[in-house]
């Protein structure tokens, strides 16, 4: 397991990218192995208030040993398809381990403001019909743009905008954003 994403560049510049798509306050997330550099991000961000779901008692244990902030922080040991979806001012990091084809209860609950990061050991065709799937949403149109590296903009018939950006650190990756 990772300990750590301070030497992961790729994951950092789509994060980063995604991140300035957004206007927010509070993270809702999954800190991942390191919360600290977790928090440290968020908070060079602004953000002074976090809830963070670990579903492993033994990294949750591991995770409040080891934070070292004055941020307002709550780490639920929980499945974060249990947080309140609905927040105002707050963004939803949902950085998965799994594929989209695992995650479709989670891919319908959260609504807006999310980014979410799905493994990709299955095609990038199925990722996209079974989140959209899971969205009961229908794409009408998809851009690919190169600017600041590649990312497909999707629009879908209610109007909602979308980015996907693939990427690969220690492996195969992709997030997607729902930016409006």
Do not use: W
Not at 22 to 44: A, C, K, M, S
Not at 85 to 92: F, H, M, N, P, R
Not at 133 to 162: C, M, Q
Request: glycine share 2%; proline share 2%.
């Amino acid at each position: 397991m990772k300990h750590t994403y301070l030497d992961s560049t790729n994951k950092k510049a789509v994060r980063d990218f995604l991140i300035n798509q957004f206007t927010f306050n509070q993270v809702v997330g999954l800190p991942g192995p390191d919360v600290n550099e977790y928090i440290r991000y968020f908070e060079n961000k602004g953000v002074k208030s976090f809830e963070m779901y670990e579903n492993n008692r033994f990294t949750l244990i591991n995770q409040i040993r080891r934070i070292r902030t004055s941020s307002l922080v709550s780490i639920k040991c929980d499945d974060i398809i249990t947080a309140d979806a609905s927040k105002e001012d707050t963004l939803y990091d949902l950085d998965f381990c799994k594929t989209a084809r695992h995650l479709k209860e989670h891919i319908a609950k959260f609504k807006s403001n999310f980014i979410m990061t799905f493994a990709r050991r299955i095609p990038d065709e199925e990722t996209i019909k079974t989140f959209f799937d899971a969205r009961k949403e229908l794409i009408v149109s998809s851009i690919d743009k190169f600017n600041p590296f590649k990312h497909t903009v999707f629009t879908t018939e209610s109007g909602s905008e979308y980015i996907l950006v693939n990427y690969r650190d220690t492996s195969n990756m992709c997030c997607i954003a729902k930016i409006a």
